[in-house]
């Protein structure tokens, strides 16, 4: 079992900047694979962002490459999302996901935090 806890969500003006933090404990963490997936207001939870166990090699969705960066910190049993540039069709809930292959897929993550309320005004 992997147990997740996202912080660092809130309220942003448009162009500014979040950093979302994922904290695990339980399994050995630098053995999983780690993503971010949200979910908007009416919309299915969507691909965001992953890393592999070692950070070597990241997965971005296109609508955030160049403003978003995943990293992670595996003496701390963390994975981080920073996000730049925000706009406001970034506004969703932002959950983190646990599994053992690098994937833009959602069943390919077998453990989830509770999300993370980010809101972009304009």
């Known amino acids: 079992q992997v147990q997740l806890v996202e912080s660092g969500g809130g309220l942003v003006q448009a162009g500014g900047s979040l950093r979302l933090s994922c904290a695990a404990s339980?399994?050995?963490?630098?053995?999983?694979?780690m993503g971010w997936f949200r979910r908007a207001p009416g919309k299915e939870r969507e691909f965001v962002t992953a890393i592999s166990w070692s950070g070597g090699t990241t997965y971005y969705a296109d609508s955030v490459k160049g403003r978003f960066t995943i990293s992670r910190d595996n003496a701390k049993n963390t994975v981080y999302l920073q996000m730049n540039s925000l706009k406001p069709e970034d506004t969703a809930v932002y959950y983190c996901g646990a599994g053992h292959t690098l994937t833009r897929e959602l069943g390919g993550y077998g453990y989830w935090g509770q999300g993370a309320q980010v809101t972009v005004s304009s």
């Open positions: 339980g399994r050995t963490f630098s053995g999983y694979s």
